[in-house]
C-alpha cells in the first residue's frame, strides 16, 4: 500500500458553507458576481449606489446573513438579500445560492425592454465586402427614420 504525503503547497477546496460572521461589502458584492472586479465594487459602493438595509454605505461595511442590499447599476435598480456569507469568489453556480434576488418585476421588465433586440446583428449579403461610405450615409439615413418613427409611438 503506498502513502501519499499532502503537499504543503496545495490549499484545500473551499467549503460549501462558511463560518464567517461578517464580510466586508464591496468584497461580498465581488465574491458573488454582482461585480466583475473588486475594484469596481468598491467604487460603486464609495459613489452612494450601494446601499445596506436603505442606508448609505462605505466599502468596509460588514455585511451579515439578513441584510438587504440594494444597488444601482447600469441605470436598473438590484436588489438582493444576504443568505450566505463568502469573501472568495465562486463559479456562478455556487454564487446565485448566496443572495436572493428581491429586484422588483418592474426593474427586471426595464431590463428586458432595455435587452430585446440588443442582441441581433445586421445582415449583408456573402462576398458584397464592408459598405461603402454612400452605402454607409444610405443606411445611417434608414436608421434614423426607423427610429424616429419609433418615437411617435
Known amino acids: 500500500m503506498l502513502l501519499i504525503k499532502p503537499s504543503p503547497t496545495l490549499k484545500p477546496l473551499p467549503t460549501a458553507e462558511s463560518n464567517m460572521e461578517k464580510v ?3 468584497k461580498w458584492l465581488w465574491a458573488v458576481r454582482i461585480f466583475k472586479s473588486r475594484t469596481l465594487s ?39 438579500e444576504v443568505l450566505r456569507l463568502i469573501d472568495k469568489r465562486v463559479g456562478a453556480p455556487i454564487a446565485v445560492t448566496c443572495y436572493a434576488d428581491h429586484t422588483p418585476e418592474e426593474e427586471l421588465n426595464k431590463y428586458k425592454d432595455w435587452f430585446v433586440g440588443k442582441a441581433g446583428t445586421e445582415f449583408r449579403e456573402k462576398g458584397t465586402g464592408r459598405p461603402t461610405k454612400r452605402e454607409r450615409r444610405t443606411i445611417t439615413r434608414f436608421k434614423d427614420d426607423f427610429n424616429e418613427d419609433d418615437d411617435d409611438f
Open 24 to 26: 466586508r461589502i464591496d
Open 42 to 80: 468598491g467604487d460603486t459602493v464609495r459613489q452612494g449606489k450601494v446601499r445596506l438595509n436603505g442606508a448609505p454605505t462605505k466599502p468596509s461595511t460588514a455585511v451579515v446573513v439578513g441584510d438587504r442590499i440594494t444597488v444601482q447599476k447600469n441605470g436598473f435598480s438590484l436588489q438582493y
